[in-house]
């Protein structure tokens, strides 16, 4: 069974920069594809980002895009999402999920396999 655990959380001022990391352990990424997902407090989850097995193909919610970017090291088994330019809108928790999916080209934010904790993102002054 994958186990994903999410880091690179913390409190950073409108403007700023973080980077969130997802390892994965008890197994290999090679077969999934990752979505990194996030909610905050009293709002549904949403889709924030998502890369397919390839790493060629990837998707933004319209409200990050330009700002953050979804990358993947298969070789290290990890998921990174480098959030820039962040608002206090973007102050949720932060988790990444996994699918295994036979498309290596194509992500989904769906029907997911497995997914970790997070970790909270609180963008503030």
């Known amino acids: 069974q994958l186990q994903l655990v999410e880091s690179g959380g913390g409190l950073v001022q409108p403007g700023g920069s973080l980077r969130l990391s997802c390892a994965a352990s008890?197994?290999?990424?090679?077969?999934?594809?990752i979505a990194w997902f996030r909610q905050a407090p009293g709002k549904e989850r949403e889709g924030v980002s998502c890369?397919?097995?390839?790493?060629?193909?990837?998707d933004y919610k319209d409200s990050v895009k330009g700002r953050f970017t979804v990358s993947r090291d298969n070789d290290k088994n990890m998921v990174y999402l480098q959030m820039n330019s962040l608002k206090p809108e973007d102050t949720a928790n932060y988790y990444c999920?996994?699918?295994?999916?036979?498309?290596?080209?194509?992500?989904?934010?769906?029907?997911?396999?497995?997914r970790g904790k997070g970790t909270l993102v609180t963008v503030s002054s």
């Open positions: 008890g197994g290999t990424l090679d077969y999934y594809t």
């Open positions: 999920a996994v699918k295994r999916l036979s498309n290596s080209n194509w992500c989904v934010y769906y029907d997911m396999d497995y």
């Open positions: 890369i397919s097995k390839s790493g060629v193909y990837t």
